[in-house]
């Protein structure tokens, strides 16, 4: 063999050795936290739900369903992209995608292969303010999936080679997005509309940050959030509250460390309206208008949500009909409204035609403000209520939508049983209560388009600076 050879052959052992290699932490390095036990564990009855607190202070909500053999368990974290050091955005995303890729006990191929043999699902997904793991199998393999489930969750070893493709995988993810408009705009959208907030940052990252994040950053977010008192287990299926519990207490009821308080996040501060175009070769022109609203949880949710059902929440609404069907402005065209725990917000958006840029944003903003101003139909306020119900409906169909839920509502500091009083809240909202809250939010509007720049002489939108009532 040449002394190149060897070289090379050399390089390659090492090459090798790095992708086997996970990242470690001092034992020392927690050393300062105290650990968190609470004097004895706590059960309640809430409707169906019962609530277990275990000592170490994770809480597992149980709800036993006879209808069929599968169960649905979801563990929230409450860990999300607003917990992310600065320059660090991407982190939550890719520590959670980084979970089934190797434990201590399992290769990335060797959690495949389990899950594949058991017929089981297993999912791990990162949010702005709360990130989980979902778990869905039949209910003669539930001691068998939840000790995988457990194992994902509390021991992953974040190997070197695993954060190189996934780190690769996501930057092709972002540089992919660069050529879309709706993605290009959406993520202007946030950034005008939060200004220097965590919730202004994409999810995902972009390609600075996430290749500015290293390897010890996922083992710190893991210790500092993955602890016992900072995370929510919801179980739904045919099995029964005490082999829940015994399955809790045996993968989740150790001692541990309390969580690290999370990085400081100063509250929002609303901007204030803005009008931003961004100028990209493209046949199509995207448009996102919209708002910040109310926090998750707060009175004037059910009213938001309705708003932007009327106005864009299907076939049936505002957008649809008048800006597509009537007008002929819009390839794609709706509206939504989010709501996170600091703050919430609205977002309608259209594509159109480059020539259609004036007309179809004057057209937004136009049906926004009819909420403002003019009270909705009965038929048209029920027909909104009849499509959320109708969604809300099909999203409860398996139990692990229904066990998403259930932790959803507990996490953002609803009841377990909030579930039926959901819907209630939904009916209750007049017409009055939507020109309330239309006249409360839908005020500036943060505008941004995404297309090619039109002529010097194309009229430009016209959007009213409206003040508060």
């Known amino acids: 063999m040449t002394r190149i050879a060897l070289r090379i052959a050399a390089l390659a052992l090492v090459i090798g050795g790095l992708s086997c290699a996970s990242t470690t932490v001092p034992e020392d390095a927690f050393s300062n936290r105290r650990q968190f036990q609470l004097a004895h564990s706590t059960t309640t009855r809430i409707g169906n739900v019962t609530v277990h607190t275990l000592q170490n202070g994770m809480t597992l909500l149980h709800e036993k369903k006879t209808t069929n053999s599968i169960v649905g368990a979801v563990m929230y974290i409450r860990m999300g992209a607003s917990n992310e050091p600065e320059g660090k955005a991407g982190l939550a995303n890719l520590t959670m995608r980084l979970l089934t890729k190797g434990t201590t006990s399992r290769s990335a191929d060797q959690i495949a292969e389990k899950l594949a043999e058991l017929g089981a699902s297993l999912s791990p997904s990162a949010g702005r303010d709360y990130s989980k793991v979902s778990m869905q199998c039949v209910n003669d393999d539930f001691a068998e999936t939840m000790n995988l489930f457990a194992d994902v969750i509390n021991t992953p070893t974040f190997h070197i080679g695993e954060i190189a493709l996934?780190?690769?995988?996501?930057?092709?993810?972002?540089?992919?997005?660069?050529?879309?408009?709706?993605?290009?705009?959406?993520?202007?959208?946030?950034?005008?509309?939060?200004?220097?907030?965590?919730?202004?940052?994409?999810?995902?990252?972009?390609?600075?940050?996430?290749?500015?994040?290293?390897?010890?950053?996922?083992?710190?977010?893991?210790?500092?959030?993955?602890?016992?008192?900072?995370?929510?287990?919801?179980?739904?299926?045919?099995?029964?509250?005490?082999?829940?519990?015994?399955?809790?207490?045996?993968?989740?009821?150790?001692?541990?460390?309390?969580?690290?308080?999370?990085?400081?996040?100063?509250?929002?501060?609303?901007?204030?309206?803005?009008?931003?175009?961004?100028?990209?070769?493209?046949?199509?022109?995207?448009?996102?208008?919209?708002?910040?609203?109310?926090?998750?949880?707060?009175?004037?949710?059910?009213?938001?949500?309705?708003?932007?059902?009327?106005?864009?929440?299907?076939?049936?609404?505002r957008l649809f009909v008048e800006l597509r069907d009537k007008q002929g402005l819009a390839y794609s065209v709706g509206a939504s409204a989010t709501f996170l725990k600091q703050q919430g917000y609205f977002i309608a958006h259209i594509g159109t035609t480059p020539a259609n840029l004036k007309r179809a944003t004057d057209g937004l903003w136009a049906q926004i403000d009819r909420l403002r101003t003019e009270p909705l139909a009965e038929d048209e306020l029920q027909a909104a209520k009849n499509q959320i119900a109708g969604e809300f409906l099909r999203n409860h169909e398996r139990n692990l939508q229904q066990a998403s839920y259930l932790g959803y509502w507990y996490v953002t500091g609803r009841s377990p049983d909030y579930d039926a009083k959901y819907l209630e809240e939904i009916n209750a909202v007049t017409s009055r209560d939507v020109m309330r809250v239309a006249n409360k939010y839908f005020l500036e509007p943060t505008v941004v388009s995404v297309g090619p720049a039109p002529p010097a002489a194309a009229p430009q939108p016209d959007l009213p600076i409206v003040a508060p009532e």
Do not use: W
């Not at 202007?188 to 939060?194: D, N, P, Q, T, V």
């Not at 600075?208 to 602890?227: C, E, K, N, Y």
């Open 166 to 317: 996934e780190k690769k995988k996501v930057l092709a993810g972002i540089r992919m997005g660069d050529d879309l408009n709706h993605v290009v705009g959406s993520k202007r959208f946030m950034k005008e509309l939060f200004g220097t907030h965590p919730y202004g940052r994409p999810l995902e990252g972009d390609s600075d940050t996430v290749t500015a994040i290293q390897a010890a950053d996922f083992t710190t977010l893991h210790g500092d959030t993955f602890v016992p008192s900072n995370m929510v287990l919801a179980i739904v299926g045919n099995i029964s509250f005490d082999a829940a519990r015994e399955a809790a207490e045996a993968h989740f009821g150790r001692p541990a460390l309390e969580r690290k308080p999370a990085y400081s996040v100063d509250k929002v501060i609303a901007p204030g309206g803005s009008n931003t175009a961004i100028t990209k070769k493209s046949e199509q022109t995207f448009i996102a208008m919209g708002h910040l609203t109310c926090p998750v949880g707060d009175r004037d949710e059910a009213a938001v949500e309705v708003a932007a059902t009327v106005l864009g929440g299907g076939m049936s609404s």
